[in-house]
């Protein structure tokens, strides 16, 4: 999952943004308006977690043009992370068209959990994958193949859960680049084959990402 966080203050930034890294998430950071709009003009997200007091802008109205804007990529999810703790505050963010609102100073822990909420709604995994043999548990960070559990990094782990929300479905390097590694990752690096030949080996035999010419990868469900 690719979050976008929009923080003004530059030392919440990198702690919230280290402590979700480590949770497997791609985080971009953006301290301005201005720099969450041309993020959002370029890359789409699976979530954006939207400050609203900015020094050259209001959050608020970023989450308004996002409802219709089309030079805008709308993120799949919107949470709303403010110090702003009025009702009438959150009522307005979340008519604005937010999914969730969190106010500061906010527990780590609960955020976490808020995003895995956003990234529960619309589909019917639950807080569990399955996939033919493969389990994955999104609040523990496991992964276990017929029951034998496989330890993996934060990027496996990530990169393992996007296919396991997409089995089935071709994906090509560069929607993998786009939606498990942030903006610092090189486009013409062998990342995604280096972290995938890695997840391929701790997956075991038969292989369950197969490798489609020319197009990208596949996560087979055999029975």
Known sequence: MRILLLEDDPDLAEVVALGLRNESYAVDVAGTYAGAEESLRTTEYDV??????????????????????????????????????????????????????????????????????????????????????LTLDLAAHRAWRSGAEVHLTAREFSLLRYFMRHPGQVLSAENLLEHVWDA????????????????????????????????????????
């Open 48 to 133: 954006a977690c939207l400050d609203l007091g900015l020094p050259d802008g209001d959050g608020l109205h970023l989450v308004r043009r996002l409802a219709g804007d089309p030079d805008l990529h709308r993120p799949g999810r919107l949470l709303i992370l403010t110090a702003r703790d009025a009702v009438d505050d959150r009522v307005a963010g979340l008519d604005a068209g937010a999914d969730d609102y969190l106010t500061k100073p906010f527990h780590f822990a609960e955020l976490v959990a808020r995003l895995r909420a956003l990234a529960r709604r619309g589909d019917q995994h639950g807080a569990t994958l399955r996939v033919g043999e």
């Open 184 to 223: 610092h990752a090189d486009p013409f690096t062998a990342s995604v084959r280096v972290i995938l030949s890695r997840l391929r080996r701790k997956l075991g035999e038969p292989p369950l990402i197969i490798t489609i010419t020319g197009a990208g990868y596949r996560l087979t469900a055999p029975a």
